[in-house]
């Protein structure tokens, strides 16, 4: 909202600076996000122009004495090709010398003397295009008669804008008076009402025009005035300056007067061409099915029974609070204007307005539900202004239609106890009254301890005790509550272990070298299916439950077909995500996502469990002449699993799987080792059919997924342990061993490990083939032996070495290869 502050004076004045007063609304709960400066006009001053003539050269230029002094001071003669410039006009000088827009090339240049058809042109008489004041170059800016002569126009036109971010509840800071009256109660002013009277001179306008409300519920006042004899043209200079500062293009007296009174009232209101109505009659009602019409922007609407219509006798004329139709539309021959100001339904107003995606300043206040009080004042405001700048005679009267009974003003009560309990301290009867008077309340108190309040028409986030007292302590001044310790010990913190574990696991996997992304939780059924999920397509036709064979939930008011499952997996997320990034480069590619799964409960509102899942593709390292890099594989992702994992000191298994979306022989289960084998995750090689679905360029592409809330209850509850590296060698062992095929090297090596002595081992060969017997294999470990409090001798290295070899002979049926 951009509120110029020689329009605000207009109502209260301001004598402190700009800045200041920004600060001041700002700590008051009205945000100033902006001090925006206008003016900069350097030589250019209030001219008057003496005399017009003729270009001898061309047929559409003049040629303007103008003078910036007395009569008797120097005149200028300048080339001006406006249609409206005349004698006698006070306007826009900007002399040799100024810095002005080139309405051609688009940029700022120095104004110098030129000859244009043989005359030179010793300045410019400016549009509003060239002070940078609008885009209309139509015509000269004519100031008003009273425009002091030689004043330079930083100083006649210059003005200060406060671009104000308000929030949702405060709709009347939405207006130029609203604002007035915050400013008025922060800086002790008085704010003066703009008046609302004219000459009624026409005949009853009850005799003119019949009005109703079909449908009370989405209308709740409507009001309406008739000028005749009217002529539509352009404002006057004033009124679109106001306009232009505040952020809107002036476009002919009729609108801009209905635009002005929505700044400066809040009040959203519509103009008529009288002549158009059909048996002088306006209906509000709802649209009824099949209707149509075209709107003000040319667009055709349908309308169902949803949308608040202005209709004539036969047809539609306006959407309710939301935009007119072209057959009621103001036109250049329009000589009598019937002007709408109403109170509509803020709910049905904000629906109708998203449905037709027309969002206007109207709407933006309708839609926050305006007093109906104010509907008849901005109507009188808007009737005056219309009358004097656009001529005509105002029909006697107004139509005022109430549905129901007329709307008591808001009363709201407030007492010293609430007050002192909500801020911890005490005010003054005094102190609270003035307050509330400089807002613009009514007071009528009860005692030193009650006080009841008539609220505002412009304020209707006025309703409850709590609002009175957050306004008695904005305008007083947040810094006047004293600081005090609370009354209760301050509870002692929660440890969210779940969300701390997310943290962590982030963190590390960030720390590993990869890259957290983050997707919706709302996926397609197209997406589901690409990753074999569930194995049995579901059957998604109309009237069937919204689970999926169990496995995943359907919203039932989904935006779009593409997010419109809650995901049951984070697979078809993620690997969206790398789709959608292999364009951008080769990789490597190194993503995880930590996010929310929602599985599916019988009755009951779905399991949300918190998943990590990862994913590696494309080359191992960047490319380099020094070397062939390799494509990232299965054990690379089993590597940062198992990193992770060593970080959590955790310890797990890994054991062959079967599942369709991994490629098979390439994806492993991933299970705890506590008695029940519980499963943690799976690792794995996505399926090339998979990977096709998703046209994933890099292959392959190694997934993982682990599930937090299973890795939460498999960390050891006591903390990290120091360990003392050994000073005593290592001595090292080699051992290959033949084994039956169907043994893991992760279980060989599980009681290498749990050997007494044995510190480390490394299997570096497999091997399956010749001089190795049918359905055996050969694997073979670097085994290293240390011990803290000495050197081990080779015999100890020895004797430890036999007895591991007895260890594997027993458990797997081992034996040395030789």
Not at 235 to 256: C, E, F, H, M, Y
Not at 577 to 602: D, I, K, Y
Request: glycine content about 8%; aromatic content about 6%; proline content about 6%.
């Amino acid at each position: 909202m951009k509120v110029p502050l020689s329009w605000l004076r207009e109502y209260v004045d301001v004598d402190i600076p700009a800045k200041d007063l920004a600060h001041r609304l700002t700590m008051a709960g009205v945000e100033v996000g902006e001090v925006l400066e206008t003016g900069g006009w350097s030589g250019c001053f209030v001219g008057l122009v003496t005399s017009v003539r003729p270009h001898p050269q061309a047929d559409r230029l003049s040629l303007c004495q103008v003078t910036t002094g007395p009569a008797e001071s120097e005149k200028m003669e300048v080339v001006c090709g406006a249609p409206n410039v005349a004698a006698n006009q006070k306007i826009c000088f900007a002399t040799v010398g100024a810095n002005l827009l080139n309405t051609h090339t688009g940029k700022h240049e120095t104004l110098k003397a030129a000859k244009i058809r043989g005359v030179e042109s010793q300045g410019m008489i400016c549009s509003a295009l060239e002070l940078g004041l609008g885009e209309d170059h139509s015509g000269i800016i004519v100031l008003p008669e009273d425009a002091p002569l030689g004043m330079p126009l930083d100083d006649y036109m210059g003005d200060t804008v406060l671009d104000l971010e308000v929030t949702p509840n405060r709709l009347d800071c939405f207006s130029i008076l609203g604002v007035a009256h915050e400013v008025a109660a922060l800086t002790g002013q008085d704010v003066r009402e703009p008046d609302g009277s004219y000459p009624e001179e026409g005949d009853p306008i009850a005799d003119q025009i019949s009005i109703s409300i079909a449908d009370p519920d989405l209308c709740y006042r409507y009001t309406a005035s008739l000028i005749t004899g009217v002529t539509i043209g352009p404002s006057p200079q004033w009124l679109q300056d106001r306009l232009t500062k505040a952020g809107l293009r002036p476009i002919n007296n009729v609108v801009d007067v209905t635009n002005f009174v929505m700044l400066e009232y809040n009040q959203p209101l519509h103009a008529f061409d009288y002549d158009l109505l059909k048996d002088r009659t306006i209906i509000v009602r709802r649209a009824k099915p099949g209707e149509t019409m075209i709107t003000l922007d040319g667009v055709e609407r349908n309308l169902d029974d949803s949308v608040l219509v202005i209709a004539d006798s036969t047809q539609p004329i306006a959407i309710g609070g939301v935009i007119g139709g072209a057959n009621s539309e103001i036109s250049q021959s329009t000589t009598s204007v019937l002007l709408e100001s109403a109170t509509f339904d803020g709910l049905n107003n904000r629906e109708t307005a998203q449905s037709f995606r027309l969002r206007t300043e109207a709407t933006l206040r309708f839609e926050k539900g305006l007093r109906s009080e104010l509907a008849p004042i901005g109507l009188r405001r808007a009737t005056k202004l219309l009358q004097e700048s656009a001529g005509g005679r105002v029909a006697s009267g107004i139509i005022d239609v109430f549905a129901g009974a007329p709307q008591e003003t808001q009363k709201v009560r407030l007492t010293a106890r609430r007050l002192n309990k909500i801020l911890g301290m005490d005010f003054e009867p005094e102190t609270v009254d003035r307050v509330l008077r400089s807002l613009g309340f009514t007071i009528h108190r009860e005692g030193s301890d009650v006080v009841e309040v008539d609220v505002p028409y412009w304020r209707n986030d006025i309703n409850i005790e709590e609002d009175l007292i957050e306004e008695v302590v904005r305008i007083a001044g947040y810094d006047s509550v004293p600081v005090t310790a609370l009354s209760t010990p301050i509870p002692q913190q929660r440890p969210e272990l779940d969300r701390r574990l997310a943290e962590t696991v982030k963190d590390d996997l960030a720390a590993i070298g990869m890259q957290e992304v983050i997707n919706y939780p709302l996926v397609s059924l197209d997406d589901l299916q690409k990753v074999e999920w569930p194995e049995n397509s579901p059957d998604d036709s109309p009237g069937t439950s919204p689970e999926i064979s169990g496995q995943a939930l359907r919203l039932s008011n989904s935006m779009n077909v593409s997010e419109e499952w809650l995901r049951p997996t984070l697979r078809p997320s993620i690997l969206g995500t790398l789709a959608s990034n292999q364009g951008h480069g080769e990789g490597p590619f190194r993503l995880f996502e930590v996010g929310r799964v929602f599985l599916p409960r019988p009755g009951d509102l779905p399991e949300e469990r918190q998943v990590v899942s990862g994913l590696l593709a494309g080359q191992r390292t960047e490319s380099s002449w020094l070397e062939v890099s390799q494509a990232l594989d299965f054990f690379d992702a089993k590597g940062v699993v198992e990193a992770l994992l060593e970080r959590l000191d955790v310890t797990v298994e890994y054991q062959a799987a079967q599942v369709p979306f991994f490629h098979p022989g390439r994806c492993a289960v991933i299970r705890l080792n506590d008695k029940d084998g519980t499963i943690l995750g799976h690792v794995g090689e996505v399926h090339e059919a998979v990977a096709d679905k998703f046209d994933l360029r890099n292959r392959p592409v190694a997934y993982f997924e682990l599930m937090l809330d299973t890795l939460l209850q498999a960390i050891p509850g006591a903390g990290r342990h120091f360990s003392q590296i050994s000073r005593f060698p290592v001595a090292t062992r080699d051992l290959a061993l033949v084994l039956p095929a169907d043994v893991t090297a992760a279980a060989v090596e599980g009681i290498i490990n749990r050997h007494r002595g044995v510190v480390r081992a490394e299997l570096f060969d497999i091997y399956s083939g010749e001089n190795v017997e049918p359905g055996t294999k050969s694997l073979a470990y670097h085994v290293h032996f240390q011990a803290n409090d000495r050197t081990l001798t080779t015999e100890e290295v020895n004797r430890s070495l036999q007895g591991l070899l007895r260890n594997l002979e027993r458990e797997f049926g081992a034996s040395l290869r030789s």
